[in-house]
């Protein structure tokens, strides 16, 4: 695959191909830190009793069931994907935790089905690489994130990162080589999807690159909290 200046299609087309070992891959590659980073983002969101929040990118709903656990102020709660089956794993895995209270939306973060000024939060767990990284389409997401958000509202966003210290981050680049490529590609059996997820997390944004990217779409009170060492990181930003 080509990663430069991708377009939708093979995204969309990979996502659609890696549901079923899809959450396993993830536990293993993170050595199980993913989930407990994801409900720092779900808490994050619910902090302030927000009446809408939209977890975009949802994938197999992982983010989704955090913000229905955490859910206490009764808030309506949207998971968006534009892949079917990401969305039809999430939808199982509600009903089999018992969580109910999410609407699932299958549409692209492009063309957001929702009146501008409207949602308090948005959620975005591992997607936003995917958004923003060489991807042609990465202004109108941006926009139209921004577009939806309430005057105030926050935007949570978990996503890979690079560790400042060099070293480490030279390990990280390895570990992104040997284990997420090879040992990714072969466990998962889409060798396709753990290349561009190794290539696109070696190649993507420093924090401070992030923070920038977020301020000049005019993003404010940008604040990152690096997770295990700056291989992941949560960053909030407020319309
Ligand atoms: C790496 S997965 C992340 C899934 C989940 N949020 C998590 O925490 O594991 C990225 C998800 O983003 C979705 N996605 C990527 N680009 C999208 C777009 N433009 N619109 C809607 N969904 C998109 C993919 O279908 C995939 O399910």
């Not at 996503?159 to 590609?185: C, D, M």
Request: charged letters at 25%; hydrophobic letters at 40%.
């Amino acid at each position: 695959m080509n990663f430069q200046n991708h377009s939708i299609r093979p995204l969309q087309k990979m996502f659609s191909e890696v549901p079923g070992r899809y959450d396993l891959m993830n536990r293993i590659l993170t050595f199980r830190m993913d989930e407990a980073w994801r409900k720092k983002a779900a808490r994050r969101c619910m902090e302030d009793n927000p009446s809408h929040v939209l977890d975009i990118c949802t994938g197999t709903g992982d983010l989704a069931c955090h913000l229905a656990r955490y859910n206490h102020s009764g808030a309506k709660i949207t998971a968006l994907d534009f892949s079917e089956p990401m969305l039809a794993e999430a939808k199982k895995k509600l009903i089999r935790k018992k969580l109910t209270g999410v609407e699932f939306i299958l549409a692209d973060v492009g063309e957001l089905p929702f009146q501008t000024e409207t949602i308090d939060a948005i959620s975005i767990g591992f997607g936003f690489r995917n958004l923003t990284f060489k991807n042609i389409k990465s202004e109108i997401y941006l926009s139209e994130i921004y577009r939806v958000l309430k005057p105030g509202g926050k935007l949570i966003i978990v996503e890979s990162s690079q560790p400042k210290n060099k070293t480490i981050r030279k390990l990280y680049h390895l570990y992104l080589l040997i284990f997420v490529k090879f040992f990714g590609g072969y466990l998962s059996g889409n060798k396709k999807a753990y290349h561009y997820l190794s290539y696109s997390a070696t190649h993507f944004y420093t924090p401070e690159e992030l923070n920038s990217l977020l301020k000049d779409r005019k993003f404010k009170s940008i604040i990152t909290n690096n997770l295990f060492f700056g291989a992941s990181a949560l960053t909030m930003a407020v319309k």
